[in-house]
């Protein structure tokens, strides 16, 4: 985890701290997954006070930061849960991707493990919440040939995963419009950072490059992608909390780059070859969202290049394995 000396580098973070955020009462779902962690931290740095869900032991005690133990996959026990607290915000970021490996997930799937979920979390704490704020991802859209596509775009064959988290956008939007309070829907581009699960293509290349396996391509690594560092994504959750501004964004990072190019970025950084197979039986497809909406109206502003962010995920892990 990053220290105190780190964030303040940050020149988000100072602006954040010059906001109403240390006094807020922030209600976290997800708080000790991969983002939600890097979240909690940052939240305690700016002195919120933060109640986090978890259905887990082994989270990280920080100041500010008080652990709820629950399964959002029980409605009865989250009721339970209930303590007469009124939130400030309410922020969902919990998910369950399938690991590598796993079987194939469905459309049942989906819904049993990211879509019901969350229904549970709005019908328990819906009421308890002054805003609410639900991380979904780009997953949501599927198939977009459009560079530099906005937030109206309608999805086009996405993922089961894909399609339950934009069935929570539908969720979202109606029951804060019905209790008439503020919301925003974050959709996450290619989120990355330090000891990420082995999920996405980023571990995925670095277990390669470590560990001196084939890696095998089935397109011609053209395709380009906006991937999002952790402490960038933890940032718009920040702004969106802080400006209130509503509706669906986008949210990525700085640049643009390839897959062959963010290939080979690894290998430099890593300073490792690739044992790499570039069977080129497919078509690749870009997905290159706008970040306008957020840059314009969340005053949203990705300070972590691809390089810049590699650079930090190797500097982290080796201080975590000393």
């Known amino acids: 985890m ?16 010059k906001t109403d955020i240390g006094g807020k009462k922030i209600l976290v779902a997800g708080g000790t997954g991969f983002i939600g962690k890097r979240l909690l931290q940052i939240l305690s740095y700016l002195n919120a006070e933060v109640y986090a869900i978890t259905r887990r032991n082994d989270y990280i005690k ?15 026990g989250l009721k339970e849960m209930r303590n007469g607290n009124r939130y400030d915000a309410a922020v969902y970021m919990a998910a369950n991707i399938p690991l590598r490996g796993e079987k194939k997930e ?28 639900y991380i979904s991802s780009i997953d949501a859209i599927g198939h977009c040939a459009q560079e530099g596509y906005g937030e109206e775009i309608f999805p086009d064959t996405p993922t089961p995963y894909g399609l339950a988290k934009y069935a929570g956008e539908f969720y979202t939007k109606s029951l804060a419009e019905g209790l008439d309070i503020p919301y925003a829907i974050l959709r996450f581009s290619q989120v990355y950072g330090p000891n990420e699960p082995v999920v996405r ?42 400006n209130k501004e509503m509706g669906v964004f986008n949210i990525a990072g700085p640049d643009t780059v390839t897959v062959m190019g963010l290939i080979r970025l690894m290998e430099r950084i890593w ?26 109206l969340l005053g949203y502003c990705p300070e972590i290049s691809a390089e810049k962010g590699l650079v930090k995920v190797k500097e982290e892990e080796n201080e975590s394995f000393g």
Request: glycine fraction near 4%; proline fraction near 2%; charge should be negative.
């Open 62 to 76: 920080m100041k500010n930061i008080v652990y709820l133990k629950g399964d959002l996959r029980n409605l009865d």
């Open 2 to 17: 990053q220290n105190d000396m780190k964030l303040s580098n940050y020149s988000w973070i100072k602006d954040i701290a």
């Open 106 to 133: 469905t459309l049942f799937d989906a819904k049993r493990a990211t879509l019901d979920p969350y229904l549970n979390f709005l019908e328990a704490f819906g009421e308890d919440v002054k805003q609410l704020i």
């Open 201 to 242: 293509i980023i571990p995925i290349l670095k277990e390669c490059l470590l560990e001196n396996r084939q890696f095998s391509l089935i397109t011609s690594g053209n395709e380009k992608r906006r991937y999002l560092y952790i402490d960038d994504a933890a940032q718009a959750v920040c702004r969106a909390i802080v």
């Open 271 to 296: 300073n490792r070859k690739l044992d790499l197979e570039v069977k080129n039986i497919k078509e690749g497809e870009d997905n290159i969202p706008s970040i306008d909406k957020a840059e314009t």
